[in-house]
Nanobody, 124 residues
Framework: QVQLVESGGGLVQAGGSLRLSCTAS????????MGWFQQAPGKEREFVAA????????YYADSVKGRFTISRDNAKNTVYLQMNSLKPEDTAVYYC?????????????????WGQGTQVTVSS
């Protein structure tokens, strides 16, 4: 088991930046591929970004490419999501998720471990 706790959400104006953090406890962090997902009111949970166990591979949703950066620090058991040039449509609850195995995934059902989420609100 691994426990995930997100932080760093908040209210920001369009064009601004936020950095989300997700810290893991429990089993060894480096064995997990990590993902970030977003869920806006009334919508399905959607993939945002993913990173492989050692951080050598990353993948992004088209909607955030060039604006968001996922990274991880295995020594700190933490994965980050740097969000720049934020838009009102980025407003959502952001969740980090962990999965074992050899590959990261863009599908929420592939991730057995989830944090509680952190709210990001972008005002126009």
């Amino acid at each position: 088991q691994v426990q995930l706790v997100e932080s760093g959400g908040g209210l920001v104006q369009a064009g601004g930046s936020l950095r989300l953090s997700c810290t893991a406890s429990g089993r060894t962090f480096y064995i997990y591929n990590m993902g970030w997902f977003q869920q806006a009111p009334g919508k399905e949970r959607e993939f945002v970004a993913a990173i492989s166990r050692r951080g050598s591979n990353t993948y992004y949703a088209d909607s955030v490419k060039g604006r968001f950066t996922i990274s991880r620090d295995n020594a700190k058991n933490t994965v980050y999501l740097q969000m720049n040039s934020l838009k009102p449509e980025d407003t959502a609850v952001y969740y980090c998720a962990a999965r074992g195995g050899s590959y990261y995934s863009t599908e929420s059902y592939d991730y057995p471990y989830w944090g509680q989420g952190t709210q990001v609100t972008v005002s126009s």
